[in-house]
């Protein structure tokens, strides 16, 4: 069980950082590619596309086939993605491209295997510790983005210091993203049948009228988060700080290095404050402040001020994730947490594949800042919403302390 549970700690740390690596690169390395934002945009949508259907099928066949088969598939097919990427800047073979190897724009690790490393958690930890266990996760998650936003400077390094081709640096970091997942292929293959789903394998998972109603209701909310997620994904948002204040790419993957290590701290918090006040609570009354503070920095006189803000920004705005995790994963039985992880990723993704297409068209047509707004304001009434349609539903850890 700790071999395990430490497995899906490594892999969620190459896997994170191998997106958050293109999630920076990915909308820098389009527009010197030629491509204005309504096409960077668009193949961000392609990206998260492929990246919702690969999380509807995990969610219908990953128990059947096997958990851990599952995993290794889609490692293959996304290091393969990154390999084909750069090879090509016609934009129906890039958008081709983008679908089939599920290339993530959003810069987190919000795919398909997240699903299924998700239902496998909480059967590695007691109730008490769900929570915990889920903040240790996204902190190795983070901690791989902040480092993956590092490397995002590495082509300036190796234009200025090393006189290599723009061209052949961003194919390099791009190959080093596949290589981060055939990596974790290897890794998933010592996984052991404790993963697996313990009951007689069924072609359809039988789910109560109770949890139902839970996921429609929870689905929703979060495809509304999601579509204002859409517009703020990490690589329109290095689009805007590049375009907007003239940012290098180095100064944008240093931003989002403190970015990823505010956000891994804010987990570890998340799980102390929601050990107090609930999940709930926990996920609705840090996560409006945050959408405030995103406002702001479409009004910032410089980078510097904006990237102060954006950090503020950061260090609360992932503190709503383990305790959503953990949340989802709670209200539901065990057998149904494969399906309940996969319904609710999938309404996610579906929802953050509307918004780049939008986000980008609005940058070039209305306003660079017109996706802050938009995206902040979603993110809001989403907030409201939760608090009022879930603050009566509680885990089990606190039905059991009242």
């Given amino acids: 069980m700790k071999r395990d549970f430490l497995i899906i700690l490594i892999t969620a740390w190459f896997r994170a950082f191998a997106i958050s690596l ?24 392609a990206g998260l596309a492929g990246g919702a259907l690969a999380t509807l099928i995990v969610t219908l066949i990953a128990d059947s086939w096997g958990r851990k088969k599952v995993l290794i598939f889609l490692s293959i097919i996304s290091a393969i993605g990154g390999i084909l990427l750069p090879l090509n800047n016609q934009i129906l073979f890039l958008g081709i491209i983008s679908f089939l190897g599920m290339i993530n724009g959003m810069g987190r690790d919000r795919g398909a295997a997240l699903v299924i490393e998700q239902a496998i958690l909480p059967t590695l930890a007691e109730d008490q510790k769900r929570t915990k266990w889920f903040a240790w996760y996204n902190v190795l998650q983070d901690a791989a983005h902040a480092i993956g936003a590092l490397c995002a400077g590495l082509p300036t390094i190796f234009v200025i210091g090393f006189n290599w081709e723009e061209k052949f640096a961003y194919t390099f970091l791009f190959f080093l993203y596949a290589s981060c997942f055939l990596v974790t292929a290897g890794l998933y293959s010592f996984l052991s049948e404790k993963v697996e789903i313990q009951k007689p394998k069924q072609s359809r998972v039988p789910v109560t009228k109770e949890t139902k109603k839970h996921l429609m209701k929870i689905s929703s909310l979060f495809a509304l988060d999601s579509i204002g997620g859409g517009f703020l994904t990490s690589a329109l948002l290095s689009y805007f700080f590049f375009k907007q204040f003239d940012a290098t790419p180095a100064q944008i993957g240093v931003l989002y290095f403190l970015a990823r290590i505010a956000n891994a701290f804010s987990h570890l918090a998340a799980a102390f404050l929601a050990k107090r006040f609930g999940l709930v609570n926990t996920m609705v009354f840090t996560h409006i402040p945050s959408s405030f503070l995103l406002i702001t920095v479409a009004f910032a006189p410089s980078f510097t001020i904006a990237a102060i803000l954006f950090l503020i920004r950061e260090s609360l705005v992932e503190m709503d994730v383990p305790t959503r995790q953990s949340y989802v994963m709670a209200i539901v039985k065990p057998e149904e947490r494969t399906l309940a992880s996969g319904v609710t990723h999938l309404v996610r993704l579906g929802a953050w594949a509307i918004g780049p297409a939008f986000a980008g068209l609005a940058m070039q047509s209305v306003s660079m800042l017109s996706p802050l707004f938009a995206g902040a304001g979603l993110k809001i009434t989403y907030d409201l919403l939760l608090y009022f349609s879930f603050r009566k539903v509680k885990p089990p850890e606190e039905i059991q302390s009242h």
């Fill in 22 to 45: 293109s999630g920076l690169i990915f909308g820098i390395y389009l527009a010197k590619e030629g491509l204005n934002p309504s096409s960077i945009g668009t193949l961000v949508t």
